[in-house]
C-alpha cells in the first residue's frame, strides 16, 4: 500500500462502522443503513431478480446527479461489494468492474430467494473519505425464511476450523482474534488478500447495521505472523445480536467463516 493508500485506510477503520456525519443531528448513524449519504447514492438498475446466477448491477452517483468515475482505492480495490441474505444466512463479497459510463456490473451466485442487502463501501475521491452505502434485492423463487444459526466459538468451512476469541461489547473497542486450522494443524501460511491476512464484516441481526474491520498489522510489515492468528480490533454500534463473516485465502483459494456473536451493553 501506498502512503495514501494508508491513510484512507486508516480513515476507512474510523468510518466504516459509523457512517458518514453530515446530514446527521446527534450521533451519526451506523454503515450500510442508508441508500443514500453525504450526496453519493447506491442506484441499483434492476431490485427484483430470480434466485440463481445473477448479474448485478449498480451505479454510484454523486451530488452532481452523476455517475462517480474516480474512487480513492480501499485495499486494493476501488469499490468492496457485499450482498448478504436478510437472515445473515448467506454472505458474498466480490469486486464488480465499472464500464466507461459508470455502470459496476458482477455476476453473484444466489441461489435461494429471499430478501438480501446489497453493501458498497467506497471512498469517492472527491469526498475525501469512506461511506458505506446500502439497498435492498428481492430474489424471486420458492421462499423459505430461515433462522439465523445459534452461537458457536468454533465453525467448520471447507476443510479449515475457524475459532473466535473474544466479546463484543457496544460502543467499546474490543479485540476478536480468528484462529484458522486446517484438518487440526495451524495455518501458519495465510495467503494476503487484499492487502491483509483476513477480512471481517459484522452485520447486526434486524436492521443490518453494518461494520467492515480490517486486521492489526499487515503482510510484508515484519512483524504480522501469516497466521494462525488474525486479530481485529472491533467496535460495533450497540448491543444485539450479530453475524461475523471472515475472509481468508489459503492455497489461493478464499474461504468464509461465519459465526453468531451477541453483544452485550
Known amino acids: 500500500m501506498t502512503s495514501t493508500q494508508h491513510a484512507h485506510a486508516d480513515h476507512h477503520h474510523h468510518h466504516a462502522g459509523h457512517g458518514g456525519h453530515e446530514g ?76 466507461a459510463d459508470g455502470v459496476w456490473s458482477v455476476r453473484v451466485n444466489l ?60 460502543g467499546d473497542g474490543r479485540m476478536l482474534t480468528l484462529t484458522v486450522h486446517k484438518d487440526g494443524a495451524p495455518v501458519t501460511d ?16 434486524g436492521d443490518l447495521a453494518y461494520v467492515h474491520v480490517h486486521p492489526n498489522g499487515e503482510p510484508g510489515d515484519g512483524v504480522t505472523p501469516a497466521g494462525p492468528d488474525v486479530a481485529f480490533h472491533t467496535v460495533v454500534p450497540g448491543p444485539g445480536v450479530y453475524r461475523l463473516f471472515l475472509d481468508f485465502k489459503h492455497d489461493d483459494v478464499v474461504h468464509t467463516a461465519a459465526f453468531t456473536l451477541t453483544a452485550h451493553h
Open 24 to 99: 446527521h443531528a446527534g450521533a451519526a448513524l451506523p454503515g450500510g443503513l442508508l441508500i443514500t449519504d453525504a450526496g453519493y447514492t447506491l442506484e441499483l438498475l434492476e431490485t427484483v431478480q430470480q434466485a440463481g446466477d445473477i448479474d448485478i448491477r449498480f451505479r454510484i452517483v454523486g451530488p452532481d446527479g452523476r455517475p462517480v468515475i474516480e474512487y480513492t482505492p480501499i485495499h486494493d480495490r476501488d469499490l468492496h461489494l457485499i450482498v448478504v441474505r436478510r437472515e445473515l444466512t448467506l454472505f458474498r463479497h466480490v469486486h464488480p468492474v465499472r464500464d
Open 111 to 170: 441461489p435461494d430467494a429471499g430478501f438480501y442487502r446489497v453493501f458498497t463501501d467506497i471512498a469517492p475521491t472527491a469526498l475525501g473519505r469512506t461511506i458505506t452505502l446500502g439497498a435492498d434485492l428481492a430474489v424471486g423463487g420458492d421462499f423459505t425464511p430461515e433462522t439465523l444459526p445459534a452461537p458457536a466459538r468454533t465453525v467448520d468451512v471447507d476443510e479449515y476450523q475457524v475459532a473466535l476469541d473474544g466479546e463484543l461489547v457496544a
Open 190 to 205: 495465510l495467503q494476503p488478500y487484499l492487502a491483509a491476512y483476513g477480512h471481517l464484516v459484522v452485520i447486526r441481526a
